[in-house]
């Protein structure tokens, strides 16, 4: 069976109290409640609170990410933070190719498969982000971009590589909006990413890779997204700022 996931995606927020308060938080209530033992927790702070959230999580079930990673393994690039350096602190995972940076930073293809392969060259497994735009999905052409999308990166690492990436389909139009895909529309993109995979690595790759979904996934909505057949969990935002909420779509996953 492939493993199920929720990975909370804190983008820009949080000073270092709050982030320390929200960490002992979360593993408080997963504590109390009991983490389902097939949902692997994963929480993406700031690059500066890594070291933090590593120290409070070392002995717990909750598993660091990075929400960004170079595509350069060191060298003179101010302010960018390399593969190399996450595995020094043990950072086993790191989202790549957020709509966020794509938009606002102008992440371009090219630059996401090559932090792709830095990633994996040091074990760190990207969450590797696809969507389309509201106008794509409007003009119908929501499956298209998504297949583009994917064979303009991921889909270039071969076989061996590719079985570590988890994907997160992330519809920009439900972003940060409160506006979710339907369970309908998650589990038909997911059903055709599968399928891609399918025709490119093969049915046993197809099975066992992780296709999350993100963008306005919370603790109402989530267990009837997650019970779609080919929903594997979800990349949540806003909603993993609150413990409370976070660890209720934690739960949803395990039922
Ligand atoms: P959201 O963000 O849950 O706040 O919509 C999801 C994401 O951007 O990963």
Known sequence: ????????NWKMNKTFEEADTLIYDILDLLEERGKPEEVDVIICPPFIYLELAGDITEDSPVFVGAQN???YESGA?????????????????????????????SETDDEL?????????HDIAPIFCC?????????????KIVKQQLEQTIFKLDAEDFARVIIAYEPVWAIGTGVNATSEQAQ?????????????????VAAEITILYGGSCNAKNAKELFSMPDVDG?????????AEEFVQIILAAGE
């Open 1 to 8: 069976m492939r493993t199920k996931i929720v990975a909370g």
């Open 234 to 242: 979800g990349l949540i935002g806003g909603a993993s700022l609150k």
């Open 188 to 204: 038909e993109m997911h059903f055709y990413i599968r399928e891609l995979v399918w025709q490119k690595y093969g049915a046993e």
């Open 69 to 71: 990673v170079s595509e």
């Open 77 to 105: 690039y101010t302010g960018e933070i390399s593969a190399p350096m996450l595995r020094s602190m043990h950072i086993d995972f790191a989202i790549i190719g957020h709509s966020e940076r794509r938009k606002y930073f």
């Open 113 to 121: 498969l090559a932090k792709a392969k830095t990633a994996l060259k």
């Open 131 to 143: 969507g389309e735009l509201l106008e794509e999905r409007e003009a119908g052409k929501h499956f």
